[in-house]
């Protein structure tokens, strides 16, 4: 699906309950970073706008994409955090770079997230361009950092009904 089908950042927050009790972690990568911290700061707003506190929200930063797997299981294994968001911006160059990143950061954040039990949210943007990178981080198709945010949100409230509710899933 494109972003051009699905814009999370249009969506009402109010259909999210209490999330005043979450904590929340954020890895940025330094490269691309005015594409980086545009996307984090979209996710911040979009954590606070559904009550998380600003002192349960840590930030560090790592390098590049490809350290963004390591940073986050070390902030994960020293905070604890309810969730983590990784977010990059790997352009494609001339080279096939850009896919050994892709492909590798996907792959650990997904066994990071089966591993822990907790989402590692995949907060990367994979564009062809610059523009397109533009596009995604304030631009016409809204900011993937709101919905890196929106979706950590999803996953910890859901977790936290499956812990709830009495019904058993399954025979
Ligand atoms: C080396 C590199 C290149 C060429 N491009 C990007 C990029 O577009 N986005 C990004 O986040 N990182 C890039 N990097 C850096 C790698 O992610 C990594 O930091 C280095 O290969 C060192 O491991």
Known sequence: MS??????????LSSIGDCSEFTIGIVT??????????????????????????????????????????????LYQEKSPDAILCIGCVIKGETKHNEYINNSVAKALTSLS???????????????????ALDRCGGKHGNKGDEAAYTALKMIALKQEIKSTKTKIGF
């Open 29 to 74: 990568s330094e490269w691309n970073d005015g594409i980086t911290k545009k996307l984090t700061k979209g996710a911040i707003k979009t954590l606070k706008a559904c009550k998380v506190k600003a002192k349960n929200i840590i930030q560090i930063q790592v390098p590049g994409s490809f350290e963004l797997p390591l940073g986050a299981k070390m």
């Open 114 to 132: 089966l591993v822990s039990g907790i989402p590692f949210i995949f907060g990367v943007l994979t564009p062809d361009t610059k523009q397109q």
């Open 3 to 12: 972003s051009a089908d699905k814009n999370l950042s249009s969506i009402d």
